[in-house]
């Protein structure tokens, strides 16, 4: 049917309000899920219909709802209105559309505010937000967190069994911290748990330092950045991690006691969130989920893919993109538009690297909401804007796909491990204008995922068996847990690559007196002499490793006598003739250590020397530029999801056997922004 006369009979057919008449019937868990966040409570109910029909003419399978609707479902102290969101949730069933509730927390309602003005969020400097933006609230609030537990549960009680509710988002982008009283009164007491005594908080701190000695704990001051003593900096973003975690874990049990397990619990992260732990804030959730926008809308599919396994590896599984631009975003400095194709194809991208679903925000404009310029998939005027075939399209795929891929994940023989912990450590002292813990990650993730390799990100206490390679690119702070953890891996067969920086502190973010590698500098039986911020190339050479040093550079210098120098500084003051980067065998394992930040040539020939370690793992295609070919597998299969990001067609040499199941690969040839579903061969 044409679109206008499909929308003029639905506009003449619209019910009122559809009264819920008991429990829509369930239907199968997707393997694959695409669809929007969707606010019917800022819409006439009337509309509704029309919205559900043209999402379900588009094979939209669900919607994200309530996660800024509180003073709609509690207008007033303990009096719940959730008959609407009943109507809406029916709706979309009608519609074959599954939904996916929001907990309203991050926007309370005036009442709540008003009735308690101590719940309201105070910044850094003082200054109390109030109402009519967003995230007002104070996390450690435990009246806050009353009332958010109680919404949660509310909610669970009434959706927790309804078949049409896949699942469950906790708040919404979490992260903004508070330095209220009752924040303060919680730093004092968690230091107290983590120390014991306060003398034994002085001797970790090295509190001697600038007469800093403290006589309680509750005289410690709450800062978030230096300068301060590091050992409370790194503490202060540990305890707001574990006030969120906990924020996060009560409205968890709130929901489970009340839901059925087939519903999952997540929250939405955004990209690189310097906030808090990741992992500590997953701690309770069954997947996770992240908002994946590409402000300037031209993406960087290295970045984007690296930034995809990140979040695969907070739960280690299959996660979800809770939202993503349809085009643009309204709050990058030029709000540029993806181009054509690149919505189909950055969300076959998230597939590839395991996402199971993605949303776009937002299905359309609240009309004085305060993001009218945003990218939506219906206009003001209710009628589809032009994404909205791309994006029936890539669902119309996914609902091809979405039996074959159900089940399956992607595999890694490399892992690369993330420490948020090493990050806030080098935040707080760079040493460099240029030291970029988030670029270092990229830099090295860029020419392994370039070669084809699939890689896990993972944390630094993670299980590592399994894996035939470890990069660490930025491991600062090195435990002797962590230590214990990697010498066995490496003794154990595997090759341990430790980038620059690494085990230079301990877990009071202190110094090791061994100097870098700290813990690991007998297993590499070499250690760092010195480091050096540059501000010029120094080119580092060696039989098979020659690149271009920036930013930084250490001089290594072995201590044992088996040690294989890879590559040495050609010059420099204090850098010529000295090693650059280090290895060493051990047993059947082996320990790299890279001194300095490289060129992207040097981290090219960095990574073929790390690959050449790896035997299995052979990439699916032979590299080319702008291809991403990453393989999903399970019980059910083997599957190739082939994308070209560049702007040209590429020529394609399958895999035997492979066979094209969904996708534009036309005789071997995959055009621009093209992508394609392959089935390969299971041995
Ligand atoms: C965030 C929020 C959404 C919306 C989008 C706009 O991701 O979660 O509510 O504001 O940004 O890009």
Not at 440 to 468: E, F
């Amino acid at each position: 049917m044409r679109l206008k006369v499909f929308l003029s009979a639905l506009l003449l057919a619209a019910a009122p309000a559809v009264a819920a008449t008991g429990e829509p019937a369930p239907f199968k868990a997707a393997g694959l899920s695409i669809g929007s966040s969707w606010y019917p409570e800022q819409w006439p109910e009337a509309r509704w219909e029309v919205d559900l029909a043209l999402m379900e003419r588009a094979q939209l399978n669900v919607v994200r709802i309530g996660e800024f609707a509180w003073a709609r479902m509690e207008p007033a102290d303990g009096q719940f209105d959730f008959a609407w969101l009943d109507r809406a949730i029916a709706a979309a069933a009608r519609h074959k559309i599954r939904v996916v509730l929001g907990t309203p927390t991050a926007g309370p309602p005036i009442w709540l505010t008003e009735a308690h003005p101590d719940v309201l969020r105070v910044n850094e400097d003082g200054s109390v937000e109030g109402h009519g933006e967003r995230r007002q609230f104070s996390f450690a609030s435990a009246t806050y967190r009353g009332y958010a537990r109680r919404i949660a549960a509310e909610m669970a009680r009434r959706y927790g069994r309804n078949p049409n509710v896949v699942g469950w988002q906790i708040d919404n982008e979490i992260g903004v911290p508070s330095f209220d009283g009752e924040v303060r009164t919680l730093w004092a007491s968690w230091l107290a748990k983590r120390y014991g005594s306060i003398d034994a908080l002085n001797r970790r701190w090295t509190t001697e330092y600038w007469s800093q000695r403290y006589q309680r704990f509750d005289q410690i001051p709450l800062k978030s950045k230096g300068p301060q003593n590091p050992a409370l900096i790194l503490d202060y973003h540990r305890f707001v991690s574990s006030v969120w975690a906990d924020y996060v874990g009560e409205q968890a049990v709130a929901i489970r006691a009340h839901a059925d397990p087939r519903q999952f619990v997540t929250t939405n992260s955004t990209a690189w969130n310097n906030n808090f732990d990741q992992y500590l804030v997953h701690r309770d959730l069954d997947i996770a989920a992240w908002d994946d926008y590409v402000p300037g809308g031209r993406p960087d599919w290295v970045a984007n893919a690296l930034h995809h396994d990140l979040v695969r590896g907070y739960k280690r599984r299959n996660f979800w993109v809770m939202e993503a631009q349809p085009g643009r975003v309204d709050w990058a400095p030029v709000n540029r538009s993806l181009d054509p194709g690149q919505v189909r194809e950055l969300a076959w991208q998230m597939v590839a690297h395991g996402g199971d679903a993605i949303l776009y925000w937002q299905w359309r404009s609240a009309l004085n909401g305060q993001e009218q310029y945003h990218g939506t998939v219906v206009g003001p005027d209710g009628m589809p804007m032009p994404i909205y075939d791309e994006i029936a399209k890539t669902a119309a795929e996914f609902a091809s796909a979405a039996p074959l891929l159900a089940g399956t994940s992607p595999y890694a023989r490399i892992a690369m491990l993330y420490s948020q912990e090493s990050r806030w450590a080098v935040d707080q002292e760079k040493h460099s204008r240029d030291y970029d813990p988030v670029a270092t990650m990229q830099d090295w993730y860029r020419p392994v995922a370039a070669s084809g390799r699939t890689i896990d990100i993972l944390p630094g206490n993670a299980d590592l068996a399994g894996y035939a390679l470890v990069v660490a690119p930025l491991l600062n702070i090195v435990d002797n847990a962590t230590a214990e953890r990697l010498t066995s891996y490496v003794r154990g067969g595997g090759h341990l690559v430790l980038g620059p920086r690494s085990g230079m502190k301990d877990d009071d973010n202190a110094l090791w007196t061994q100097r870098q590698p700290g813990p690991l500098a007998a297993l590499l039986g070499a250690r760092v002499e010195n480091y050096y911020p540059i501000d010029a190339g120094v080119i580092v050479a060696g039989a098979s490793i020659t690149g271009s040093a920036k930013t930084w550079a250490e001089v290594l210098k072995p201590t044992a006598n088996d040690v294989e120098i890879l590559a040495t500084y050609s010059d420099g003051p204090w850098l010529a003739g000295k090693p650059a980067i280090v290895s060493r065998r051990v047993g059947k394992g082996r320990i790299t250590y890279v001194g300095a930040i490289f060129d992207s040539a040097g981290q090219r020939a960095i990574t073929d020397f790390m690959l050449a370690s790896v035997r299995a793992g052979a990439p699916p295609l032979p590299p080319a530029d702008g291809v991403e070919a990453v393989e999903r597998k399970g019980p059910g299969g083997r599957y190739l999801i082939v994308i070209n990001h560049a702007g040209e067609p590429a020529q394609l040499q399958l895999p035997a056997g492979a066979r094209r199941v969904v996708g534009d690969l036309d005789a071997g040839t995959l055009p621009a922004h093209g992508v394609a579903l392959l089935s390969l061969p299971v041995h």
